[in-house]
């Protein structure tokens, strides 16, 4: 066990894990959408986890720093939150948040992170960014809805976890990057064993299960 | 390790190699060099090479042709290098050989001894008979430490590179302990020249340090910056000195296996860096038990899949591993933990190929080029604006004036000099008043650009810097890898208000939030390419923020170049009565006739290509560009249609 200082108060945190989960699991909130608990190597690509170290001069990501003895955090400085608050709004340019058909009922992530930092769903003074890409895309058992993915990627990693092999990955570059699935032809000759984590660990509702799918159990955004 | 069996092992390749070249000498033919990298043969080198085969055989003369590396003399492409000792002279340097020009140096130098005078760039050698290549700038301001052989051997024969030294800086180094030369090189101040400038000694050490089996050292060929070409050079020109580097990286740190990673966009450099390995294996200088000694190194090309992203050391190994190539937190750093979790040196090729002549010759002796903390010399591929692009080798320090004026000959066809961008798109714009600043790690990183790999761009009056910064913006953000959010995202913002504002359709608000975004994607970004792909917007913003305000408030693009702010207009002064050149070469029929009987352009139908403007005969030159479009006077068509 060490003790650290996260904005004035001291908590209590285990040897090697990181920042973001010491505080998360002493109940202080800080913004993060491809964190996953147990993951090996934090991806560190959702850029919302910023904190300040005493000795460091940028914001760090929370996600990649571990916990050391006397460590002095502060998650709430100003350079912290205009980290956060543009990247959630460069998140929001691309998510098309459309509350009316959106699948993520009552838990979003997204909802909680913007009440946080203060700021709206809005993408603003930023716009809407259009992508040329399909609204809908069948994964045979899934759909796929590119707007309202994130790209937090914690789709592919479950799959590789649950699975042993990737039926997800990214694909594209750039802005134009999407989720892809690897499969066609006949189904019920993909190694995919419908076990649904997929679906179930999407914080976004871009991953959406259809009926033969099974309903993963234990996971949860 | 037996220090006298591996100095005689390499003495008798040594004699090998000089035999060969003594026997190429008492032949007494002469020799035809032609520049052959891909630079040579983009620009005809194959078909200059051909003519010189067809031309010997008909007139049955004996000349050996032997097909060389670059040169770094872009602008003089095809080169060729013609020594011919029975003449007297020494060996000379021709430029622009094409077809035509070989056909007649066979007929009047090889065969008559008539050198040619107007096709000569310079002898290789000072003499009293022709001006030797030395007295020019740009070649005598250059000093090629690295570059000394490029261009000047045969690439894919070992001997030659052996008969030049090569080899001996590993000899010397394998009867080092890994420890002094790790000391030696650190000494030395070696920095790494892939762009971020880190000691390579320093490197070196902790991933000598790191207690682990099987290290890698991986040699980053995957050069992607655009106009940038210094490592393709490299290892099409001279692959051994890369290799030797290599190797005395290897013997440094431990490691046994190392990997050559080049762009499979480079398929020369992979065939050549490929036989280089075959060959140097061939004489046990790479391999197992290399010149005898118990230290191996099995050395492998890896062809990159052509992402820019992969030129990150972290994306470079996720792609070697089989994955998708997208940059990792670090720490863990790969000298701790790289490719396959084992402790693993990235390098670039200018970084190992410095190594041998530093360990051949001292570090004093590289110290003694250079500057402090940016000691030794600096690779940079001079492109655009200027009257002799190409590769140039100076001493770490040199202005950029002394650069860009002096070595490249300054901006052709009368025009000013605007802006340079220094090391590509991760690289800034710098104006005028930085011409003076000394090229080192520290100076150019102070002033908002950086070393980069070496790529760099010069502009003249007629650049727009706001279409500049979106053209670099363009690319990155087209290869981000799409992990993270500032990258990915932020990117595309920045190019959308670009693009609006190039369009004339930018506000006031679009160039604070275009300043803004791009401080924030600096800071919050993973990797490398999104923490540098906002610089050459911030410098420009810094530097050129009179021309952004000009296109935001008047509607004015001052370069003349953005087509939206832009229109054309013919001077009813200067029309000729009569002339119809440009109403033939309008793609739109945006030209009529005027009551006048000379021409005017349609607003509504031109599009602004400016052909009417190139075709419109000197004597009149009376089609003029003008930004904003509307200084230009707009005459209605008369109803007929004309």
């Known amino acids: ?221 | 390790m037996n220090k006298d069996d591996l100095t005689e092992r390499f003495a008798s390749i040594l004699r090998r190699a000089d035999r060969r070249a003594r026997e190429r000498r008492n032949e007494a033919i002469p020799t035809i060099y032609i520049v052959m990298s891909t630079c040579g043969l983009a620009s005809g080198a194959a078909e200059t090479k051909q003519a010189f085969e067809e031309a010997l055989s008909d007139k049955d003369i004996g000349a050996r042709i032997v097909p060389v590396g670059c040169l770094g003399h872009c602008y003089a492409e095809p080169l060729v290098v013609i020594d011919h000792p029975a003449t007297g002279f020494p060996p000379i340097c021709y430029h622009q050989v094409t077809v035509a020009r070989a056909r007649r140096l066979v007929r009047s130098y090889l065969e008559k001894g008539d050198p040619v005078f107007e096709y000569v760039l310079g002898a290789l050698e000072e003499n009293d008979l022709i001006p030797a290549v030395t007295d020019f700038a740009r070649f005598n301001l250059e000093q090629r430490l690295v570059m000394e052989h490029c261009g000047r051997i045969d690439p894919d024969d070992i001997y030659q590179y052996i008969a030049a030294g090569g080899y001996s800086g590993l000899v010397k180094a394998l009867c080092l302990e890994p420890e002094e030369l790790i000391d030696e090189i650190e000494t030395s101040g070696l920095r790494g020249r892939g762009g971020a400038g880190f000691p390579a000694g320093r490197k070196w050490r902790l991933a000598s340090t790191a207690k682990a089996d099987g290290k890698i050292i991986i040699c980053n060929g995957d050069e992607g910056d655009p106009g940038a070409y210094m490592d393709r050079t490299i290892l099409e020109s001279n692959p051994h000195q890369l290799l030797e580097g290599l190797a005395i990286c290897a013997y440094a740190v431990g490691a046994d296996q190392a990997i050559v990673y080049v762009r499979a966009e480079y398929p020369l450099a992979v065939k050549t860096i490929k036989g280089a390995i075959k060959s140097a294996e061939g004489v046990a200088l790479l391999g197992s038990t290399i010149l005898g000694t118990t230290f191996s190194l099995n050395v492998s090309v890896f062809q990159g899949s052509g992402a820019f992203v992969c030129g990150e050391e972290t994306a470079l190994i996720q792609s070697i591993e089989g994955k998708r190539g997208m940059p990792q937190h670090r720490p863990p750093y790969p000298v701790e933990k790289g490719l396959w979790g084992r402790p693993t040196v990235v390098n670039n090729v200018k970084t190992l190929s410095s190594v041998p002549p530093i360990i051949k010759n001292g570090t004093e002796w590289f110290r003694g080029s250079g500057t402090e903390t940016s000691p030794g010399t600096a690779i940079f591929s001079v492109v655009g604006n200027v009257k002799h692009p190409g590769l140039v080798e100076i001493a770490m320090g040199t202005s950029l004036r002394t650069l860009i004026f002096d070595v490249c000959g300054g901006i052709p066809n009368k025009k000013s000099f605007k802006a340079v961008q220094i090391g590509g798109p991760s690289g800034g714009c710098l104006p005028e008043s930085f011409l003076d600043t000394p090229i080192d790690f520290d100076s150019l990183t102070q002033a908002g650009a950086m070393m980069g790999s070496g790529g760099m761009v010069v502009m003249d009056e007629d650049s727009c810097m706001v279409d500049v910064a979106r053209y670099f913006i363009d690319f990155t953000q087209k290869e981000s890898c799409g992990k993270c959010t500032f990258c990915r995202i932020g990117t595309r913002h920045l190019l959308n208000i670009l693009d609006r504002i190039t369009n004339g359709e930018g506000s006031e608000q679009d160039l604070e939030l275009l300043g803004t975004l791009s401080e924030d994607i600096k800071l919050g970004s993973l990797c490398g390419l999104g923490e540098t792909a906002p610089n050459p917007v911030l410098t420009s913003l810094r530097y050129f923020l009179d021309e952004y305000e000009a296109h935001i408030k008047e509607n004015r693009c001052p370069a003349h170049k953005c087509r939206a702010l832009t229109a054309f207009y013919i001077d009813l002064e200067k029309c000729a009565r009569g002339c119809e050149v440009c109403v033939g070469c309008c793609p739109v029929e945006a030209i009529f006739t005027t009551r006048g009987r000379k021409k005017a352009i349609d607003q509504k139908l031109c599009v602004k290509c400016g052909e009417c403007a190139v075709v419109c005969p000197p004597e009149y030159d009376a089609v003029l560009k003008v930004s904003p479009p509307e200084l230009a006077p707009t005459l209605e068509r008369t109803p007929d249609g004309k």
């Open chain 1, 1 to 221: 066990m060490v003790k650290l200082i996260v904005d004035g108060k001291e908590i209590k945190a285990d040897e090697g894990r990181s920042v973001l989960q010491s505080c998360i699991e002493n109940g202080m909130f800080i913004p993060n959408m491809c964190f996953i608990k147990k993951r090996q190597h934090p991806p560190a690509s959702c850029r919302l986890c910023f904190v300040e170290i005493d000795g460091f001069d940028p914001p760090v990501t929370s996600c990649t720093e571990e916990v050391r003895e006397g460590l002095v955090i502060r998650t709430d400085t100003a350079a912290v939150r205009r980290l956060q608050r543009t990247a959630f709004k460069l998140l929001m340019s691309a998510h098309h948040c459309e509350p009316k058909h959106c699948p993520v009922k009552g838990n979003c992530q997204l909802i909680r992170i913007a009440k946080h930092l203060n700021v709206g769903l809005t993408p603003k003074p930023l716009e809407l960014l259009e992508r040329d890409v399909e609204e809908e895309v069948d994964f045979a058992f899934f759909t796929y809805y590119p707007f309202r993915c994130v790209l937090c990627g914690k789709c592919v990693y479950i799959c590789r976890q649950i699975n042993g092999h990737n039926l997800l990955t990214f694909a594209n570059r750039g802005f134009d990057t999407v989720i892809a699935f690897f499969g066609s032809g006949d189904p019920a000759r993909f190694p995919c064993h419908r076990c649904g984590a997929c679906a179930s660990i999407c914080p976004t509702g871009a991953l959406v299960r259809k009926p033969e799918c099974k309903r993963a159990s234990g996971v949860t955004p």
